[in-house]
T-cell receptor, first 113, second 114 residues
């Protein structure tokens, strides 16, 4: 079945550091790929998405590129802020629709001032 | 906009008790899902619905029932709670059947079964 694997956390960085959170996936077809973020005490919210190979999703300074050849969708940000502290989830959906998202295990990110 | 509303936010149950987790959305979305979130495992799909009167099982349905009598509501029932059901539960609604659609999540219900 489909699966998503994220880098192990937690990740702790200093403010203004460069961030990469790795995500790789296994899917039988051509999935849509997502990054969701969960701030403390809140539900998940969409951060960015990409729907086909070589698409780049971007939002709030975060970027991720859909790499079909390496089945990856790594999340990057050039300069993180304390307010980026959260749990980040990589996810995919296939032809059966986004009501059946497959999630990675989540990566907890803490940014220190 | 209320979006997706889950109640209660916190609940403690004794083993064997039953309860219903409520989920309501005011966005007129046809598609709704229930997930559980456990440490180190991400979110796993319990049940989902593609419209009023239509539900189906996800990855981890055992011990849970759902129904969808209206577009707005999608309650999750625990029939006989077990400690293994201690988790954080999230309800989500999705506007279309397209696989690139954004899912909108509630704030979650933290359930502890003792």
């Amino acid at each position: 079945g489909d699966s998503v694997t994220q880098m192990e956390g937690p990740v702790t960085l200093s403010e203004e550091a460069f961030l990469t959170i790795n995500c790789t996936y296994t899917a039988t077809g051509y999935p849509s790929l997502f990054w969701y973020v969960q701030y403390p005490g809140e539900g998940l919210q969409l951060l960015l998405k990409a729907t086909k190979a070589d698409d780049k999703g971007s939002n709030k300074g975060f970027e991720a590129t859909y790499r079909k050849e390496t089945t990856s969708f790594h999340l990057e940000k050039g300069s993180v802020q304390v307010s980026d502290s959260a749990v980040y989830f990589c996810a995919l959906s296939e032809g059966q629709g986004a009501q059946k998202l497959v999630f990675g295990q989540g990566t907890r990110l803490t940014i220190n001032p | 906009n209320a979006g997706v509303t889950q109640t209660p936010k916190f609940q403690v149950l004794k083993t064997g008790q039953s309860m219903t987790l409520q989920c309501a959305q005011d966005m007129n979305h046809e598609y709704m899902s229930w997930y559980r979130q456990d440490p180190g495992m991400g979110l796993r799909l319990i049940h989902y619905s593609v419209g009023a009167g239509i539900t189906d099982q996800g990855e981890v349905p055992n011990g849970y029932n759902v129904s969808r009598s209206t577009t707005e509501d999608f309650p999750l029932r625990l029939l006989s709670a077990a400690p293994s059901q201690t988790s954080v539960y999230f309800c989500a609604s999705i506007p279309t059947e397209q696989m690139n659609a954004e899912a909108f999540f509630g704030q979650g219900t933290r359930l502890t079964v003792v």
